[in-house]
């Protein structure tokens, strides 16, 4: 009698120690699928980046060209004679931001990926968006054309400072930095303003045309930022979704293969 319980209940664990196998090697399975949805996704991403990457290069010319025609060198010495206003945005920016960003982080728990991609947006500048809007609102551009360069220039060494800084607590290693576009962002600014200065110089009349033209598109900002914002977020939930989903059918997978092998072992 006794022997055969013995028997019983090693033939039981055997059966439960197989089906432990198999359910791992099923959660391999999916993680492996999840990561294949994952570079699909990713794959889609570097699809889109070229469409972007045209509509901003055809914003930029015509928003820095158009700001050309409404700025003139005394107003750009005059901040730069006077820097206190550039000083304080870019303490905000590249000491301010990223200590809210990482206190908000570690306070709520976001996954490291998650993270990363925080603390690299805190410090990243506005760019062309933020001329457009100050443009449109009848703002201070020169102001906002240098802030823009400046902070430019600086992201170039700030980025960098503040990923080491923060980002011991984060996986920092594999985390791409956008040092081409922020280097090329003054070359392009720069040269746009420039243009559109000498079309004002030279040419009142088309200067006023295409300033014109410019505030009768006020809308194309706004289409530009909701398409890319758009864009990524409903692919990062696509993929947040598709995640929890293999992650709830593993369980269930796993729980259902123990559940039978117990059966069958009884």
């Keep these: 009698m006794a022997g055969n319980l013995s028997a019983f209940y090693n033939n039981t664990e055997a059966t439960t120690l197989d089906a432990e196998i198999e359910a791992k090697n099923y959660s391999c399975y999916m993680k492996n699928d999840s990561k294949k949805f994952e570079y699909d996704i990713l794959q889609t ?4 980046i070229p469409v972007f990457e045209i509509l901003f290069l055809v914003l930029l010319i015509i928003t820095a060209s158009s700001i050309g025609t409404e700025i003139t060198w005394t107003q750009v010495k ?13 303490v905000i920016q ?28 805190s410090c990243c ?3 062309v968006l933020s001329n457009a809007f100050t443009y ?3 703002g201070d551009l020169s102001l906002s054309i240098i802030l823009s360069a400046t902070s430019s220039v600086l992201a170039i060494f700030m980025l960098p400072l503040n990923l080491w800084v923060y980002g011991h607590s984060f996986d920092t290693k594999s985390a791409i930095s956008p040092y081409e576009s922020l280097s090329l962002y003054p070359v392009y600014i720069i040269s746009f303003l420039v243009l559109g200065m000498l079309l004002k110089w030279k040419f009142p ?11 009768n598109t006020i809308l194309l900002p706004w289409l530009y930022a909701f ?15 598709h995640k929890q989903y293999l992650q709830q059918r593993t ?14 072992a009884i």
Excluded: W
């Excluded at 369980?251 to 069958?264: H, I, R, V, Y």
């Design 45 to 48: 991403n570097q699809s889109v």
């Design 125 to 127: 500048p506005s760019e």
């Design 94 to 121: 590249f000491f301010i931001k990223p200590l809210i960003a990482y206190v908000l982080m570690r306070s709520n728990a976001v996954d490291k990926e998650h993270a990363v991609i925080i603390l690299i947006i």
């Design 136 to 138: 449109f609102c009848d």
């Design 205 to 215: 009349s088309a200067a006023h045309l295409l300033s014109t033209a410019q505030r």
């Design 251 to 264: 369980k269930k997978e796993n729980g259902f293969e123990l559940t039978c092998a117990s059966q069958t």
């Design 227 to 241: 398409i890319t914002t758009s864009s990524y977020a409903a692919f990062s939930v696509a993929y947040q979704i």
């Design 78 to 90: 005059n901040h730069i004679k006077n820097p206190t206003s550039v000083v304080i945005v870019m």
